[in-house]
């Protein structure tokens, strides 16, 4: 809430970095890198995002992530999504709650009630968006469950806040995926009631 764009990034999918601007995007200041408080020793692969970062009610910073907990892994160690968030407006940065093995790229949106939904690809098998809910501003998470609705090839989805009733009469959540299992169906849905049901879907590209 003060005018900052945060930008959080990695490189070679190991070390975190950040940068911001306070000009609208025009300059951006050198990136710090924040390893050290957001990827423990013990991990290796590590990625921010693919989607974008949230600011909750409470002024935290959000940014979805996801992590392999084996320093030198191999393709078949899981991987898990979890969140990295800052209370000071970027000046620290700490570790979050994480989602069950196999949970991948994945992207956060808060409920008008409070809650932090979190919505993610699945790695072991061809099954739908893994999903859970945190009541702790992103601490933890509860155990996660698989959205039937939304079918998925296990590929990246995203997921963002359009509307609040408090603003605009109606509370509206878009989340877009490839609808299908296999890379295609380009869909958006909608949901009405804070992520608990979607709407069918318009495929804007099969």
């Known amino acids: 809430m003060t005018g ?14 950040v940068t911001h601007s306070r000009d609208d995007g025009e300059t951006w200041s050198p990136p ?12 290796g692969w590590y990625a921010t995002g693919p989607g974008h ?8 910073l959000l940014v979805a992530c996801d992590h392999i907990q084996v320093e030198n892994y191999v393709h078949e160690d899981p991987i898990y999504s979890h969140v990295i968030y800052s209370d000071d407006h970027g000046a620290t940065w ?3 709650g994480t989602v069950a093995a196999g949970t991948d790229e994945c992207a956060v949106v808060e409920t008008t009630g409070g809650e932090v939904y979190i919505n993610c690809r699945y ?17 933890s998470f509860g155990e ?3 959205d039937e609705t ?6 990246q989805g995203s997921l963002v806040r359009f509307t609040t009733e408090a603003r605009h009469g109606q509370n509206r959540v878009l989340f877009s995926n490839p609808a299908s299992t296999s890379r295609d ?8 009631d804070e992520c608990r049901t979607w709407s069918a879907g318009k495929v804007l590209h099969d």
């Open 185 to 192: 169906h380009m869909a958006v849905r909608i949901s009405y």
């Open 32 to 43: 710090k890198n924040i390893t050290h408080q957001v990827k423990k020793p013990s991990w």
């Open 4 to 17: 900052t764009i945060w930008l959080v990034f990695n490189r070679n999918n190991d070390d975190v970095l």
């Open 144 to 146: 996660f469950a698989w």
């Open 94 to 96: 700490h570790i979050g």
């Open 53 to 60: 970062g949230i600011q909750l009610q409470s002024g935290r």
């Open 150 to 155: 939304l079918i998925d090839p296990v590929c």
């Open 123 to 139: 790695e072991f098998s061809t099954k739908p968006r893994a999903v859970a809910w945190s009541t702790d501003n992103g601490n």
